[in-house]
């Protein structure tokens, strides 16, 4: 559970969405420790909203939705709004980390953060596409 | 553009494969690499140098 003032705060948030999110999680069997604290973090950012849901796959057994979603490893959360931007989250959403995972989940709902009108233009130019991989640690 | 965020002590064989020594760490097409959270207008030139 999230303290009463930060789940209030995300509640607002995630009723903005214009468009529905889902967050389509990969797990797998064995090896994992994180996946299940991972799927939980998720159920529980999902618990408040109706827009957001989630929707589980096996990283082994489900290779369709694997090359689907371009998956790369466990825990993973795709997040899918209204197209799929191409936004993964692997790992366990907690600490500091919710946040990024909360601004993912707006972006692809139709708002949160965007770039300026500037570096929106200077990345138009780029003629293939770039994957970021950003690593960071929960805080 | 597509982007994924790797919560590094979850996965250790990947933030020793990418040479993660502190975070937070961007690397670009597994070409350039980011440090830190810098100005954005210097991120975006960074993402262009690796996507050109």
Same mark, same amino acid.
Request: glycine fraction near 8%; proline fraction near 5%; charge should be negative.
């Given at each position: 559970?999230?303290?009463?003032?930060? !789940?209030?705060?995300?509640?607002? *948030?995630? /009723? =903005? &969405? #214009?468009?529905? @999110?889902?967050?389509?999680?990969?797990?797998?069997?064995?090896?994992?420790?994180?996946?299940?604290? !991972?799927?939980?973090?998720?159920? *529980?950012? /999902? =618990? &408040? #909203?109706?827009? @957001?849901?989630?929707?589980?796959?096996?990283?082994?057994?489900?290779?369709?939705?694997?090359?689907?979603?371009?998956?790369?490893?466990?825990?993973?959360? =795709?997040?899918?709004?209204?197209?799929?931007?191409?936004?993964?989250?692997?790992?366990?959403?907690?600490?500091?980390?919710?946040?990024?995972?909360?601004?993912?989940?707006?972006?692809?709902?139709?708002?949160?953060?965007?770039?300026?009108?500037?570096?929106?233009?200077?990345?138009?130019?780029?003629?293939?596409?770039?994957?970021?991989?950003?690593?960071?640690?929960?805080? | 553009?597509?982007?994924?965020?790797?919560?590094?002590?979850?996965?250790?064989?990947?933030?020793?494969?990418?040479?993660?020594?502190?975070?937070?760490?961007?690397?670009?097409?597994?070409?350039?690499?980011?440090?830190?959270?810098?100005?954005?207008?210097?991120?975006?030139?960074?993402?262009?140098?690796?996507?050109?």
């Amino acid at each position: 559970m999230y303290p009463h003032d930060a !789940a209030t705060d995300l509640q607002r *948030r995630l /009723a =903005a &969405l #214009s468009s529905p @999110v889902k967050l389509v999680f990969f797990t797998q069997t064995f090896g994992c420790d994180t996946c299940l604290p !991972a799927r939980q973090a998720a159920d *529980r950012i /999902a =618990a &408040l #909203s109706e827009r @957001v849901t989630v929707e589980e796959h096996n990283l082994v057994l489900d290779r369709d939705e694997v090359g689907e979603y371009g998956v790369e490893w466990a825990p993973a959360l =795709a997040v899918v709004g209204a197209k799929d931007a191409g936004m993964r989250y692997y790992g366990v959403p907690e600490g500091y980390e919710i946040e990024s995972l909360v601004e993912a989940i707006e972006i692809a709902g139709g708002g949160g953060p965007t770039l300026s009108d500037d570096s929106l233009d200077a990345l138009d130019t780029l003629e293939r596409n770039v994957h970021l991989r950003v690593f960071v640690t929960p805080t | 553009m597509t982007a994924s965020v790797i919560e590094a002590t979850s996965f250790p064989d990947l933030a020793q494969r990418y040479r993660v020594t502190g975070v937070p760490k961007t690397v670009v097409d597994d070409r350039v690499e980011i440090m830190g959270a810098p100005a954005e207008d210097e991120f975006v030139a960074q993402v262009l140098q690796a996507g050109t």
